[in-house]
């Protein structure tokens, strides 16, 4: 089977509250947020945007006071990236993406500690804890606040996914989140764990938690993107396997 992961950033960036088609890309603009990260535009499969295209595309950004950003898997739209090139945008990354389905999914045993309890958040206070966590285990690319968790909880209540481990004594150890289902396939990411509690089985149990939870409401798969060979491990452990790259790709001045 499968994962049409472009199929799957165009749908996705659509939910988004300020979403807006821009020639062959979507923008998936969030105005509770000026993060590059959030704020960002994918191709539509198969696009052959023109110079004009692109120029619309960086006018859009440049509007709201942005940096034109996106982030997309090549092999699905081949014209895109020489397009962009011609217009100044220099690659931030390439990164690899994993794959996990209902029949190579697997429950890790327990952990270094025992047992690993992962829990869905109910309450405000959940989600602020989770929030703290994610951002200090990703060594503070963002700050944590009232509107970070408040897109946790709104991942939650839009058909996606968050899953932490509680830290003993209360908090968060660990957790992670993914997205609501879309074109058979939604993305988990943000697996982060604090370093006090790494080592643990931590990462591995909420990641099989959240995948099985989306294949329990009909995902066919459930992707991802790992930072290095450590958590590629990990990941590979419950069932993740190699899908194919993904490129980002900005404009910057």
């Given at each position: 089977m499968r994962t049409d992961v472009q199929s799957f950033a165009?749908?996705?960036?659509?939910?988004?509250?300020?979403?807006?088609?821009?020639?062959?890309?979507?923008?998936?603009?969030?105005?509770?947020?000026t993060s590059p990260h959030i704020n960002y535009a994918t191709p539509v499969p198969g696009a052959e945007p023109t110079d004009r295209d692109v120029a619309d595309l960086i006018a859009a950004f440049r509007e709201r006071g942005l940096k034109p950003r996106l982030e997309f898997a090549p092999d699905a739209a081949p014209a895109v990236e020489p397009a962009l090139r011609r217009a100044g945008f220099g690659a931030e990354a390439v990164h690899e993406y994993l794959v996990c389905t209902p029949d190579t999914l697997t429950v890790p045993g327990p952990g270094s500690a025992g047992p690993v309890e992962v829990a869905a958040p109910a309450t405000d206070a959940d989600y602020t804890a989770i929030d703290i966590a994610l951002?200090?285990?990703?060594?503070?690319?963002?700050?944590?606040?009232?509107?970070s968790a408040a897109r946790l909880r709104r991942t939650e209540d839009s058909g996606g996914a968050v899953r932490f481990v509680r830290a003993p004594g209360g908090g968060c150890a660990g957790g992670a989140l993914c997205s609501a289902p879309a074109e058979g396939t939604a993305e988990l990411a943000g697996v982060g764990t604090l370093p006090a509690y790494r080592g643990r089985g931590i990462a591995a149990a909420v990641?099989?938690?959240?995948?099985?939870?989306?294949?329990?409401?009909?995902?066919?798969?459930?992707?991802?993107?790992?930072?290095g060979e450590g958590s590629r491990r990990v990941y590979e452990r419950v069932g993740f396997r190699p899908g194919g790259t993904r490129l980002y790709v900005s404009l910057e001045g």
């Amino acid at each position: 089977m499968r994962t049409d992961v472009q199929s799957f950033a165009v749908a996705n960036l659509l939910r988004r509250p300020a979403a807006q088609e821009v020639g062959g890309f979507v923008v998936g603009f969030d105005p509770s947020t000026t993060s590059p990260h959030i704020n960002y535009a994918t191709p539509v499969p198969g696009a052959e945007p023109t110079d004009r295209d692109v120029a619309d595309l960086i006018a859009a950004f440049r509007e709201r006071g942005l940096k034109p950003r996106l982030e997309f898997a090549p092999d699905a739209a081949p014209a895109v990236e020489p397009a962009l090139r011609r217009a100044g945008f220099g690659a931030e990354a390439v990164h690899e993406y994993l794959v996990c389905t209902p029949d190579t999914l697997t429950v890790p045993g327990p952990g270094s500690a025992g047992p690993v309890e992962v829990a869905a958040p109910a309450t405000d206070a959940d989600y602020t804890a989770i929030d703290i966590a994610l951002a200090e285990a990703f060594g503070g690319e963002w700050e944590p606040s009232p509107g970070s968790a408040a897109r946790l909880r709104r991942t939650e209540d839009s058909g996606g996914a968050v899953r932490f481990v509680r830290a003993p004594g209360g908090g968060c150890a660990g957790g992670a989140l993914c997205s609501a289902p879309a074109e058979g396939t939604a993305e988990l990411a943000g697996v982060g764990t604090l370093p006090a509690y790494r080592g643990r089985g931590i990462a591995a149990a909420v990641t099989s938690t959240l995948a099985a939870t989306m294949f329990g409401r009909g995902a066919q798969s459930v992707w991802l993107e790992y930072s290095g060979e450590g958590s590629r491990r990990v990941y590979e452990r419950v069932g993740f396997r190699p899908g194919g790259t993904r490129l980002y790709v900005s404009l910057e001045g």
